[in-house]
Every structure is written in C-alpha cells, then in structure tokens.
C-alpha cells in the first residue's frame, strides 16, 4: 500500500453481459456495459459519474464494488488490487466501501426498525455490544439529522428523504473511506434534493470520505462534486474539475448535456443542443467515436465544405441507410396517395425532395460538388438501389469519426476529453501529460 496512491483508482474497468440464446444459451453477442473506464477517487475528494440512463453508471459501481465481478480491469483501493481479493479480504474491503442506493424504500427490510438497520452492519462485522451499538446508531441519526428517539421506529414512518438519511446513517456506521452513492436522490422530490445533496456534502467533509456520486443530471453533480466524469455508452468521454467542466467543457456531449440544463436566468439561457437520433445499444456500439451517430459537431469529411448542421443531417441520412434503411417504394406511394397520381409517374426528384425533407437536409448543399455526389446517391436511393446509395456516400463522405476511435487525452483547458476536435487543438499544442 502507498500512501500517496489515490484512495480509489479504477483502471480500465469492463464489464460486459452476455447475451445468449436458444435453450443450450448459446453466446450470440455481449453487452458492453462498461468499457474500459479509468478514474480515480483522492481522500477526502467527492467524483461525480454522470450520463444518460443506460451509459453504465450503476454498473461501474456495482462491478468496482465487486458487488458482482468485472470483466477486465483493475480496481486499486488505497494502492491494492481488489480484483484479486479472496473472501476475507473482500469482507474487509465492504467495511471501508459502502454503497447508497437510489430507491431509499428498497434498501430496508419493512420488518427491523431503522435502529436495527443501521446497526446490522456492525453485527454483521462482529460488534456484539447491544448498548454500544444503540449508542453509535442515536449518534448517527443525529448526524443525519433524524433524532436518536427515532431508534424504534420503522421505515415505513418516515418520508423517502428521512429514508435516504437512514440510508446514509447506515453507511456511516462501520467508518468507511469512501461511499458511492448511485442516484441517491433521483427518486426523491425536487424539493428535497437539495437537503439530502447538502447533508451528504456536509457528512462528506466532517468524516473526510471520498465519494464517487451517481447522477443522470448534471445539475446535481454540480452541487456536490470536486471533479466529474461524463459517460457515454459505457466509456468516459470527458473528465474535468467541477468547475472547469461547467465554465469550458470539451467534448460536445457535454456540451449538449449541459445546455439541456434549465437555466432560471433567462440572460444566460442558451439553446438547448438537441441530440438527434436514439442512444445507440451497448451490445453493437458505433464505430470509432460512439457519439458520433449524434454528435452536433460531427467532423465533415475533409474534401467537402459543409455547413455543420447539413452535415449532420446527412449523416442522420447516412446512418439510416446503414440501420433500418430508407423505404422508397414507401415514399413513393406516400406522395402518389397525397398527389392523387399512380405511383409509376411520381418523379424521381419529387422522392428525393421528400427524403430531404424527412433528414433535414437543404434542397441544395452549399459545396456544388457535395451536391452532386448527395443528389447521385438519393437518385439511387428513389430508384431503389440502398446498398449503392449507401456505399456511394460511406465512400464519399466518410469522417475520422466514424474510422478512428478518440483517445482520452488532455486538452490545452487542462481537461481529459476523447473527441477529434480535442485531438487537432492538441497536435499543434503542449503535448499530454498525466497527473
Ligand atoms: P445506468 O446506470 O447508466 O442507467 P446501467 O449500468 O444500469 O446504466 O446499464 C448499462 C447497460 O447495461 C444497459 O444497456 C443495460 O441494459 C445493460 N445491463 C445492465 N445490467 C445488465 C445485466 N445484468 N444483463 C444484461 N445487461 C445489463
Ligand atoms: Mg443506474
């Protein structure tokens, strides 16, 4: 153990399900729930996880935890692996590493009093002193901001936020070094959000704990957290101080995150960045970067000028194709049934201007010869050809981020971010350093 390591160090983390079939569960594919995250947690230090629901926050935790086995990776706690731990050293471990859970109801058994609750832990690791143990729990309640005259009574008493801080009570009672809290206050009422973050911050720095927080909504994170992770499709895509991540952030997932944050001052109130497109499935992830199927920055191929947001939409086009396809026989029949004609005579064009329409696309690109090759492709697509619709402009029009994957590197900001854009500031700058 060394004593300047972090308190938490995750290194490379995976986990992945397997997805089988049939009734002999043959493996057909696995779930990339996490993979390949690396953090760490200082003493003393609170990290914020944030993502949308499904980029495997919950199974970084319960997979760090060990609380089932990771895939691959490491997992070093004040220096040591933990991967490796047998039964006893793990049993340890749990001492020093307790997890709060998002639904407070859940976490308790209806037939202990919270006095009982609170106190198993203690039991469970070999405290057999009754009234030693009642002591520590009256302490705890206090702390919590419940009263130790609520030792008696039982769950359903109490409101989900005086549930969460029973919650929080039990995970104080064994002393540990770090807490990881995974949606600890999403099923609670916006009103009492704000109490339960503070309280959770105040008990953070009166026991000196490191904290890795859960959160989908990074408002909340923003509360709380020293330094935040932002995942996307079970990697983290950026990792910055608290600050630094609000004021500048660098990846424009986080951007588009955070400009889905309601903003009371209208002064400040930017546009919220739409994302088009659905949150891809971990079990076939995108090609190189993962957001790059919704990117809004999205790199245009070199060879063509594009404006951005026609860019997009042509790769909203292009990634259509790619999955469920264009039907253009559908198409047509549409605008023959709107036009009161037979399908036979619909024009071509006419099935072309529709499908722009449908993708946002302009009726004409701004670059003449990203026009001709668009128009080729959709005079293809209109006649039926998808396959060679697609190639044509998979060949055409392809971008670094669908090729090449972004390494997480650090940005001139001082941030660590994975994204193309971050790469070209980066070259003709400093080069990356670790910390
Ligand atoms: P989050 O907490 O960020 O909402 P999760 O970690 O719960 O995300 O899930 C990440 C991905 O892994 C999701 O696609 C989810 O469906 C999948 N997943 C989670 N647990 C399992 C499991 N036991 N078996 C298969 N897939 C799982
Ligand atoms: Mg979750």
């Known amino acids: ?63 760090l935890l060990r609380l089932e086995e990771p895939t691959d990776g490491e997992v070093l706690f004040e220096g040591r692996d933990i991967t490796g731990y047998d039964d006893a050293e793990l049993k340890r471990f749990r001492r020093e590493a307790q997890m709060i859970f998002q639904d407070p109801t859940s976490s308790f058994d209806p037939r202990m009093s919270i006095g009982e609750s609170v106190a198993e832990p203690l039991t469970v690791h070999g405290m057999r002193d009754r009234e030693r143990r009642r002591r520590i729990v009256e302490d705890l309640l206090e702390r919590v901001g419940l009263s130790a005259g609520d030792i008696d009574r039982y769950p359903h008493e ?6 969460q801080r029973i919650a929080l009570a039990r995970a104080l009672v064994l002393n ?15 009103s009492i959000q ?7 911050k105040d008990v953070q720095e009166e026991f000196g704990l490191g904290m890795l927080f859960i959160s ?6 923003r509360e709380i957290c020293d330094r935040v992770a932002v995942m996307y499709l079970g990697e983290i895509v950026e990792f910055a101080r608290t600050g630094d991540l609000f004021e500048n952030p660098q990846h424009p997932y986080t951007r588009a995150l955070l400009s889905s944050i309601p903003q009371p001052d209208p002064t400040k109130r930017g546009s919220a960045i739409e994302l088009t ?8 992830p995108p090609s190189g970067c993962r957001f790059h199927t919704r990117c809004p920055e999205v790199i245009p191929p070199d060879d063509y000028e594009f404006e951005q947001e026609a860019w997009r ?3 909203d086009l292009r990634g259509r194709l790619a999955r469920d396809g264009v039907d253009a026989a559908a198409v047509r029949e549409f605008v023959a049934s709107e036009t009161d004609q037979s399908p036979e005579s619909v024009p071509t064009e006419r099935i072309e201007r ?10 004409s690109l701004s670059d003449a010869r990203a026009e001709s090759v668009l128009s080729e492709a959709l005079g293809l697509l209109a006649n039926g050809d998808q396959s060679e619709a697609r190639a044509l402009l998979a060949e055409e029009f392809e971008t670094v981020c669908e090729t090449t994957a972004p390494e997480l590197r650090r940005t001139p900001a001082g941030h660590t971010a994975s994204c193309h854009l971050v790469d070209e500031t980066q070259s003709v700058s400093t080069p990356s350093t670790s910390d």
């Open 354 to 363: 529709e499908v722009r329409r449908e993708f946002d696309i302009p009726d």
């Open 1 to 63: 153990m060394s004593a300047d390591a972090p308190l938490l160090e995750v290194r490379n983390l995976k986990k992945h399900y397997p997805i089988t079939e049939g009734v002999l569960k043959r493996q057909v594919g696995n779930v990339r729930a996490v993979d390949g995250i690396s953090f760490a947690v200082d003493r003393g230090e609170t990290v914020g996880l944030v993502g949308e629901s499904g980029c495997g926050k919950s199974t970084a935790a319960t997979s």
């Open 194 to 200: 704000a109490e339960i973050l503070s309280l959770m």
């Open 158 to 163: 109490f409101s989900g936020g005086q549930k």
């Open 216 to 221: 989908h909504d990074l408002s909340v994170v």
């Open 313 to 315: 939409s042509v790769m």
């Open 277 to 284: 497109g659905d949150v891809p499935s971990p079990s076939n």
């Open 176 to 190: 540990p070094k770090l807490i990881v809290a995974d949606e600890p206050v999403s099923a609670l009422d916006v």
